[in-house]
RNA sequence: GCCGGAGUAGCGUAGUGGUAGCGCAACCCCUUGGUAAGGGGUAGGUCGUGAGUUCGAUUCUCACCUCCGGCACCA
């Protein structure tokens, strides 16, 4: 094709990204335009842009146009490339397994899934068929084909080939639209596109990793469907790295950690999702409840301590009950009157505000409980320590005066901000969470109450400066709220801390104060979990340090070693030293071991460094006649002999900080 | 809750229709060693629970419990 064709009606101006302009016939492929600017580009083009609009290379162009063409360097690529495998997968399966109907197939973060009803369940076993079957249909480098159908006929078709579930989708579509059907080789689907021009470019680096459940369209009361994931990459060094990543992830997953450092336990004879917390556990808890007994004074907090039961009253009066009845324990009954496991304290912590008048003086009133409660969660969604039955959480209620709640709102926002810049937790983002106004049954129908909160709430974000994002249909019955979001090591969201504006206990609760002109006036509550709850908090602890915690939360803090039991003596009063220094910032003095085991020192070191102790201090016969202690770090990086004063001062300092030290 | 997979010693694993091995950990002995696994030995299992099939079940079947991967749910 010439480069400069005549400019004439039946022609078009093409554009490249580099302003550079070429002339082709009209009606001209993407793939002659590649072909025609470079033999490597047609070879390596996938798709193009028309006019920002994602174009098959193999589609005509009738208009001038800007073009960009898409090859496998961009990043758009990857999509792509997953998309046209999932289109392989469902080729495949439905050549391996005939009668069985597609539904959808997106590509998706890392990889692709198809969704397929069939009576027969998929087994792992069938996976390695599968990948075999694709990797033939990539290999026969199948050409694409694009169709336009009108809808109608789109729908006789499917519904006459059996693939009810396509007609059913198309059918969504307004009658009168066309649609888009896309042809490799002799297999067929509704799609909306691009695909590449053929299967072959679809490349080598894909996998099948795992077969699910799910329901029809996203909704339990539908038929559910056999989902196979897959994975899928622009080459095979992008696939092993995202597979490398994949274990690296495993490692660091706080169920296996958990047990690793025994930190916590489950079993069934206690329950499913109701935790075990061992000694190891047990003091990053007592030292996340210190620092927020500390953080919480500073802020103006009060501490109490409820029950874990409470009438069945309460919880009518409170309004959780009819919304929530089901994610509750079975009530006891107890002399003829139903007692719930509270699933939540706000009414607890309500009653201890209204035992006593208040008031304006006195708001905000800040009401603090580490406390426990139980929540009967879907069996199938309990997962480690991320979701629980019964949990521990960092629970408080700020009474406050209707002009004081944004001021409430931020000063928590920043107690959080505190709490994770200690951390250095950074991998979460904030989400006003808002009602859904389609499914208002789920909240309390009083619209200028939520829009007069959500001001509160907003302003308060927008003046604090920290960015979130918004999200209908999360918000609590009660009201709006920010939740901190975070990700499990395997990829699964989960919120970890949250910050809500309650209107409605007010009422529910009569929960007053007394204005300076004696009236009695409402006052808004504010519900905060910073540090969640223990369970989920803990958990995500364990994957953000791998294990291995700051000496603040690290459950020992050092071991000694003695190198031979010739100087047990010394290792001992190093011991005894280390355990009576007094910390401020902790809940006892330091946590410190003696590994008295008859191994050699090189053992005793592997030993300590894979339960990931801060320090090792290696005490030989040199150091006991030096006062010295040699320190080597869980790193493995090795700081010598030093005077025990010396390294007192260097543990204490951290404890105290709870700095963690990059090592 | 739903679909699929799994449960063997504290942990990680092998294995079989004829009641089970291995590694680490534990315990004992030898070794007294200078920065990631010294050597030898001992003990530890009603093979998740219950029922069924069978002459015989850890193995096959069913139910339940628990876990894992998703989906749905998640105040």
């Known amino acids: 094709m010439p480069l400069s064709a005549p400019v004439t009606a039946a022609s078009v101006t093409i554009t490249l990204p580099d302003g550079k302009t070429m002339t082709f016939p009209r009606g001209v492929t993407g793939a002659e335009i590649a072909a025609a600017i470079g033999p490597g580009l047609a070879k390596a083009a996938l798709i193009l842009m028309v ?54 197939g997106p590509a998706i973060e890392d990889g692709f899934y198809y969704d397929f009803a069939r009576a027969e369940p998929f087994t792992p076993e069938d996976l390695p068929k599968i990948e075999a079957k694709m990797h033939e249909i990539v290999k026969a480098d199948l050409p694409t084909r694009r ?19 396509k007609a059913e989708l198309i059918e969504a579509i307004p009658p009168g639209e066309d649609v888009s059907i896309y042809w490799h080789g002799d297999w067929h689907d509704l799609c909306r596109g691009p695909h590449f021009a053929s299967t072959a470019k679809i490349g080598d680096a894909f996998k099948l990793t795992k077969i699910a459940g799910a329901y029809w369209r996203g909704d339990a009361r539908n038929a559910q469907l056999q989902r196979i994931y897959g994975t899928a990459w622009r080459d095979q060094k992008e696939l092993g790295d995202y597979l490398h990543r994949l274990e690296e992830a495993e490692r660091r997953d706080h169920r296996r950690i958990g047990k690793e450092l025994e930190l916590f336990t489950f079993t069934p004879d206690v329950g499913a999702g109701l935790p075990l917390w061992m000694p190891n556990g047990m003091v990053i808890r007592q030292e996340l409840e210190f620092l927020a007994l500390q953080e919480e004074r500073k802020e103006g907090y009060v501490r109490v301590a409820t029950p874990h039961i409470a009438k069945e009253t309460l919880y009518q009066r409170s309004g959780h009950l009819p919304y929530y009845a089901d994610t509750m324990y079975s009530p006891l009954d107890i002399d003829g009157e139903n007692y719930y496991l509270r699933p939540m304290n706000c009414p607890h912590h309500h009653m201890v505000y209204s035992a006593t008048r208040h008031s304006y003086r006195e708001m905000p ?46 000063k928590v926002m920043r107690l959080h901000a505190r709490y994770y810049d200690l951390m250095a937790i950074k991998e979460y983002y904030m989400r ?87 009236t009695e006036q409402p006052v808004y509550v504010i519900h905060r979990a910073p540090l969640g709850t223990h369970e989920r908090f803990t958990a995500f602890l364990i994957e953000h340090y791998a294990g291995a915690f700051p000496v603040w939360l690290a459950p020992l803090q050092a071991r000694i070693i003695p190198i031979s039991d010739k100087v047990a003596d010394y290792a001992h009063r190093v011991h005894e030293t280390l355990f009576q220094v007094p910390v401020f910032n902790g809940t006892a003095g330091l946590r410190v071991d003696i590994d008295l085991s008859a191994e050699r020192m090189q053992k005793k070191i592997r030993d300590a460094q894979l339960q990931k102790i801060p320090y090792m201090l290696v005490v030989g016969e040199r150091e006991a006649a030096e006062g010295k202690v040699a320190v080597r770090l869980r790193s493995g990086k090795d700081l010598g002999p030093m005077p025990l004063e010396t390294f007192i001062a260097r543990i204490k300092g951290e404890a105290e900080s709870r700095k963690d030290r990059p090592e």
């Open 147 to 165: 169709e336009v159908w009108p809808r109608d006929k789109a729908v006789a078709h499917f519904k006459s080939i059996g693939e009810h579930y």
């Open 432 to 518: 006003l969470s808002l009602p859904d106004l389609k499914k208002l049954d789920k909240y309390v129908d009083q619209p200028e109450k939520w829009l007069a909160a959500l001001k509160i709430i907003r302003e308060a974000m927008v003046e604090s400066g920290y960015p979130f994002v918004e999200a209908e249909g999360e918000a609590a019955f009660y009201g709006p709220k920010i939740d901190f979001m975070i990700k499990s090591v395997i990829g699964t969201e989960y919120t970890i801390s949250t910050n809500q504006l309650d209107f409605l206990a007010t009422q529910r609760f009569g929960l007053t104060y007394i204005a300076e002109d004696g």
């Open 365 to 410: 009133m800040r009401i603090a409980e580490y406390a426990q409660d139980y929540r009967y969660e879907a069996s199938g969604g309990l997962m480690g320590l991320m979701r629980v039955r019964g949990f521990c959480m960092n629970d408080a209620h700020i009474y406050c005066r209707f002009d004081q709640a944004k001021e409430e709102f931020i």
């Open 51 to 104: 006019d920002g609009q994602e174009w098959d290379l193999f589609r005509p162009i009738a208009h001038d146009a800007k073009v960009r063409i898409i090859t496998k360097r961009d990043a758009e690529s990857l999509e792509l490339i997953r998309h046209d495998a999932a289109h392989v997968l469902a080729m495949a399966v439905q050549a391996l397994y005939p009668g069985t109907q597609v539904t959808i």
